[in-house]
């Protein structure tokens, strides 16, 4: 796992640094800190814009915890039931099995000691106070900080209210603000009655700070008057402070030009971060020119509306919930809610289609991060396409299209959940509109998903079901990745004849198609599989040899890992140990890079047969318990199977022999204290945890004399399944 300090995901796992932007709150900053000492469940609450998120992150930022302290930013999620898998991704877990998010996490997160802050959960209310209370009741060395507008009403929650700024700290916000806008006040009569009006609400106090480059004080403090007036009371039941933020969010808005109130309108369609070409395609048009959205956001930003984030996918942007929520009622308000949120589904859509086909190429490592990055406004886009009537066609392609993503990246459990989803509903009408046959696409990756989370019987069912249905509908495509899917099966559930079979039939398919793609490769891999696990070590290293020559020449990395492994296989076989280590550390960076968990246990696995043939017994069995502590995320350790457990048995027996079996046993319990990063560390013999992926030692995109793998004749780019 990763831990605060350490870089983040964009779905949260990272706390902010602490900072000099942080003004005030020193006696809050103690009692909060007093009540996590004390109390498992904290929860911080008050009105939208009081400055909940920044004490907690403040206080988490001090806080010790022996495993790191994590936080769940839970305002753009809006489905109840994904609230356990956001918590899994933000913890940087990677779960290849079919058991539950929440069973996940409990096996995880066992014996260890951390803080977990989970922000922004009032629209989610119910469904976390469940999952919290679970986790409190069976992880007893779990502390919870939750940030909300309510409590979570759960036995042993101690409260903290967050109350507004006094009148001091917030003249000394006010003033900071105004001085990072290079307009420097005073603490004179104005600014303290200007900040006397806004109730010392951070929020309130920072939006106006945002006018002081065309506004003076006194002039602020004029036109807040006038709008106070016009607006007292006009939400009655409301507490005399959320009228308050209410009424200097709708003063800041009111001061906007029309252009800047229709593109905050516009922005609040995404949810959490969003760039620059997303906003320039979803919001431009009917009043707002498309080479006019820079300039507009850019004013946005100047006035605190819009928050601007350097991150590792470049600059992005985002909204404070409470400007979402009083933007989103402009935009419902506008009668234009509807177009924006297609246009938001549609821009997600080409962001899918565009990543899977750069998938095949020297960027998979980009692509990986900017699906990463762009994982909340993906579910807002498939909640959508599931949600909308005739619209599920498009879901089963946007899930089908993240293949790649819930394969090589680690979220096969999320991707179950949307295939499936997906799969549950008719699709009448409009099916080939979105791709040729997208509920084909979206049975086999559902397939190959449940396989690799070992789970044999839906995956069969599944694949079974695709080739029919290909048959029915004279799909060549969709028949070639079934009987693929279905050789995979056949593999990782020792039937090797019938898996070479199916593979080779499968490979022949798609060359007659033209089918050249990330998958196609893992084909032949899995064909050199079989030939090897027969005997046949020659033939299994020409078929990957083929498949390493294609991935040089397209930059492709994460296919390339597997023909690694069945190289390294080899050479152990063939006596040669040093270059076996080599490519299988080559094989493991690449794999842990991507966070794709199975790939990095199987050379691990084969590591430490290479570690005990290289003499070092104690290392072996070592690799051999961090494997071992693997597996339980993997699925059914070596799915299993005899062929691929024959090596660790061998290095087993290996290691015993060397050390006997009371300190064989002591290494593989030392092993299993590893953390995932740290074992990978050791194993490739470093003293860092990769965290990227490494670059192609060569890319070509094609050319003269380029090499097609024996199974793909052809360049036909792009994973093209329907």
Known sequence: ??????????????????????????????????????????????????????????????????????????????????????????????????????????????????????????????????????????????????????????????????????????????????????????????????????????????????????????????????????????????????????????????????????????????????????????????????????????????????????????????????????????????????????????????????????????????????????????????????????????????????WFYWVGCGRLAEGRHWLQRSLELETEGGARSAGEHPRLKALWVLGYVTILQGDPVPALLALTDCRAEAERLGSATGVAYAEHRTGCLALVTDDMARAERLLRSALERYREIGELNSNVLMGQVELAMTRAFQGDLADAVRLCEDVRQVCEDHGERWALGYALFVLAYAAWAEGDAARSRALLTECLGGAHGFRDLLGSVLSMELLALVTAAEGDAAEAAVLQGAAARMWPSVGLPLFGSAYYNGPHELCEATARERLGDARYEECVRQGRRLGWAEAVARALGRGRALTSVPAPRRSQRGGPGTRQPAASPTRKGGETAG
Not at 64 to 72: E, N, S
Request: charged share 25%; with cysteine.
């Open 1 to 402: 796992m990763r831990d605060h300090q350490r870089a983040g995901t964009p779905a949260g796992g990272h706390l902010p640094a602490e900072s000099n932007a942080f003004v005030g709150r020193a006696g809050e900053l103690a009692e909060l800190a007093e009540a996590l000492r004390g109390s498992r469940l904290v929860t911080v609450t008050g009105p939208g814009g009081v400055g909940k998120s920044r004490l907690a992150a403040r206080a988490a930022a001090r806080c010790v915890a022996p495993h790191g302290v994590w936080q769940l930013d839970l305002a753009p999620l809006r489905d109840h039931g994904l609230v356990a898998y956001a918590l899994v991704e933000a913890l940087g877990l990677t779960d290849h099995t079919s058991r539950a998010p929440r069973e996940t996490l409990l096996a995880h997160l066992a014996g260890r000691e951390l803080l977990l802050v989970l922000d922004g959960f009032e629209h989610l209310a119910e469904a976390c106070a469940a999952l919290v209370a679970d986790l409190l009741a069976r992880l007893p060395q779990l502390r919870i900080l939750a940030v909300g507008r309510c409590p979570l009403r759960l036995a042993g929650e101690r409260l903290l209210p967050l109350a507004p700024l006094g009148e001091d700290e917030a003249v000394e916000l006010f003033t900071d603000r105004a001085a990072a806008q290079g307009v420097p006040v005073g603490d004179g009569a104005e600014v303290r009655e200007l900040c006397r009006r806004l109730d010392g609400i951070p929020l309130a106090l920072e939006l106006a700070a945002g006018r002081l480059r065309a506004l003076s004080p006194t002039q602020l403090l004029e036109r807040l008057d006038d709008r106070f007036r016009l607006l007292t009371g006009e939400v009655r039941d409301a507490l005399p402070r959320h009228r308050t933020l209410r009424t200097a969010i709708g003063w800041s808005h009111e001061l906007c030009t029309p252009a800047e109130r229709l593109l905050w309108a516009r922005l609040t369609v995404f949810a959490g971060q969003f760039d620059l070409d997303a906003v320039e395609y979803v919001c431009s048009g009917h009043g707002l020119p498309a080479d006019d959205v820079l300039d507009v956001l850019t004013e946005l930003i100047a006035q605190s509306v819009v928050t601007r984030e350097e991150t590792a996918t470049g600059v992005r942007y985002r909204m404070l919930d409470t400007i979402r929520a009083y933007g989103a009622d402009w935009l419902a308000a506008t009668g234009d809610a509807e177009r924006m949120r297609r246009r938001h589904r549609d821009w997600y859509m080409g962001l899918a289609t565009w990543c899977e086909l750069d998938w095949f190429s020297p960027r998979q490592a980009e692509v990986a991060e900017r699906i990463e990055a762009e994982l909340p406004n993906l579910r807002c886009a498939l909640e959508r396409c599931l949600t909308e009537p005739g619209e599920a066609h498009l879901g089963q392609y946007l899930a089908g299209s993240l």
